[in-house]
């Protein structure tokens, strides 16, 4: 079972910007591809960014396009968040979370997840 933990969450103003991070457990990290979605208080869980195994193609939700960018570190089994230009509507829980496969495909592929890390955007 692979261990999924988020940090760099926190406290930021609107227009800032934060970078999250997902260390994952297991060596295989290179074999899956890579998400992150976001949960906002009364809202259902939705999909955010995701990464395929090599890093060479990523997908975005429409909501955070040109805006966020998903990255990779296969040599330290790490996941990256980059938000910039960070509005009030981007307050979120913001989970990590590994695919069943090598591409991603759509966000039923997640089978694993983090315990999130909380990002709050001041306006």
């Known amino acids: 079972q692979v261990q999924l933990v988020e940090s760099g969450g926190g406290l930021v103003q609107a227009g800032g910007s934060l970078r999250l991070s997902c260390a994952a457990s297991?060596?295989?990290?290179?074999?899956?591809?890579m998400g992150w979605l976001r949960q906002a208080p009364g809202k259902e869980r939705e999909f955010v960014a995701a990464?395929?195994?090599?890093?060479?193609?990523?997908y975005y939700a429409d909501s955070v396009k040109g805006r966020f960018t998903i990255s990779r570190d296969n040599a330290k089994n790490t996941v990256y968040l980059q938000m910039n230009s960070l509005k009030s509507e981007d307050t979120a829980v913001y989970y990590c979370?590994?695919?069943?496969?090598?591409?991603?495909?759509?966000?039923?592929?997640?089978?694993?997840w983090g315990q999130g890390t909380q990002v709050t955007v001041s306006s």
């Open positions: 297991r060596r295989t990290f290179s074999n899956y591809a």
């Open positions: 990464v395929n195994w090599s890093g060479g193609r990523t």
């Open positions: 979370a590994r695919a069943y496969d090598n591409n991603y495909s759509g966000p039923t592929d997640f089978t694993s």
